[in-house]
């Protein structure tokens, strides 16, 4: 199972469709429930048509193997994207995204021996390359994105830093691509082989010789890394739809396969579930009145474009100047639409728990958020699995009775606090002012 990346142009990269319309058939708003959450979709899941012209992620719907790393060493070069007014900088590669927090997540991986690396949320590759680059151990590579643009990025720049540090007689080094979600890591690695390591006990072949032991990646990696939240490359091409500086298709997938965009959340969800998102996913103070103005524009037409989503929130009460507190009104409609159309708070909760599972003892899980839901849902479940939190019990206990026994300890917080972007990374890239990373470690 092994593909070439794809050649492709700047505008098929980024193209995606002027309209949702042909999209909208057997599309439904969820019915409103206890929970805070509004579907369980699995982002870039189902049976979506791929939507990027010109791009391939993988010859197979889910994921690719690259085998050996190329020979080359030369530097890649970025695909040439037409970016928008929002976009900021690239990183050193020419990528169109820059990774935050760089020299943290290198030192927090800096004394694991990263043989087996899971990259929850591929990306550009930044991170990825940054990490093969530092850990020539490094045998097996499995990188997760639900965005093709994602894979013509990432695979070659990956493929090149592996070629830089492997030295004649090292192992070969493996890279699997997966076009699906983080959310899908418990199946995946599950189903994802790997051979034991020369300090491994050796197991009988099925033939009757001695060699080694082939058993699933899941249980026995030594590093994840999860940057969770959007990238550059979602906010600063305009045909995504994520960014309101520019205009463009109201759209806001993650990737092609998506069952539902934003402009479905938009034009086809009932007002109660708009302002629930509103008030949940965007902490939104006026949301029953976005609610409604939104509402109202699309009973005369439906809101097909970023621009159109601005117009129709009008102008907010409170808000001089055009900014609240230094934000644009519109941000958090933008993210509680985002949340809700990529169900990215429901695959966090799916994922951490998952990622604890799939380490090794001493393996290291690190994630990086980008706002308070994320973040609240990384840090409990951190302490849950350190045994810092006690689940209820069924029934309350009396202070007579022996209590339940305390929750066990599977890892180990390498820091209390979150780990924070510095005042120069900050000035460098200042999408990193509001970047948390929060890192646990397995024990034995």
């Known amino acids: 199972m092994s593909c070439v990346a794809t050649a492709v142009t700047a505008r098929g990269l980024a193209a995606w469709p002027t309209s949702r319309v042909a999209r909208r058939a057997g599309v439904h708003a969820p019915r409103l429930r206890a929970s805070a959450r509004l579907g369980n979709s699995s982002p870039g899941g189902g049976g979506g048509r791929a939507i990027f ?167 026995d990696v030594d590093g994840i890394l999860m940057d969770l939240g959007v990238s550059s490359m979602h906010l600063d091409l305009p045909e995504r739809g994520f960014s309101f500086n520019d205009d463009g298709p109201l759209d806001m997938r993650m990737g092609p396969g998506a069952p539902r965009s934003a402009f479905d959340v938009v034009n086809d969800w009932p007002e109660e579930a708009l302002a629930k998102i509103l008030r949940e996913y965007g902490e939104e103070k006026h949301w029953r009145l976005l609610a409604r103005r939104i509402c109202e524009a699309r009973a005369d037409a439906p809101i097909k474009t970023t621009h159109e989503l601005v117009a129709a929130l009008g102008k907010i009460p409170g808000v001089k100047g055009g900014r609240s507190g230094g934000v644009h009104p519109a941000t958090r409609t933008f993210q509680a639409i985002r949340i809700a159309a990529n169900d990215e708070l429901g695959a966090i909760e799916e994922a951490v728990p998952a990622a604890i599972d799939a380490l090794a003892p001493g393996g290291r899980l690190a994630i990086i958020t980008f706002h308070s839901l994320e973040d609240k849902i990384v840090k409990t479940a951190f302490r849950k699995a350190a045994g810092l939190i006690q689940t209820q019990p069924e029934r309350p206990f009396s202070a007579w009775e022996r209590q339940p026994p305390p929750p066990p300890k599977r890892v180990a917080l390498v820091s209390r606090k979150p780990v924070v972007a510095d005042a120069e990374e900050v000035k460098r890239n200042v999408r990193a002012r509001s970047a948390k990373l929060r890192v646990c470690e397995k024990l034995p």
């Open 53 to 219: 012209a010109g791009v391939s992620a993988s010859s197979s719907p889910e994921a690719s193997s690259t085998g050996d790393a190329d020979a080359s060493s030369s530097r890649p070069s970025a695909p040439t994207l037409r970016r928008g007014s929002n976009a900021l900088q690239s990183d050193e590669d020419g990528a169109p995204h820059v990774p935050v927090l760089m020299r943290q997540v290198l030192e927090c991986f800096r004394d694991v021996r990263l043989r087996r690396y899971v990259d929850g949320t591929m990306g550009a590759g930044g991170h990825a390359s940054a990490l093969v680059k530092n850990h020539p151990e490094m045998r097996v590579f499995v990188g997760f994105d639900v965005d093709p643009l994602a894979h013509a990025l990432a695979k070659p720049r990956v493929t090149a830093a592996a070629a830089e540090t492997r030295r004649d007689g090292d192992a070969p080094f493996r890279f699997d691509a997966v076009a699906a979600n983080f959310r899908e890591m418990r199946r995946v690695l599950s189903e994802t082989p790997t051979e034991a390591e020369d300090d491994d006990v050796d197991a009988e072949a099925p033939d009757g010789e001695t060699g080694r032991a082939t058993r699933a990646l899941f249980g």
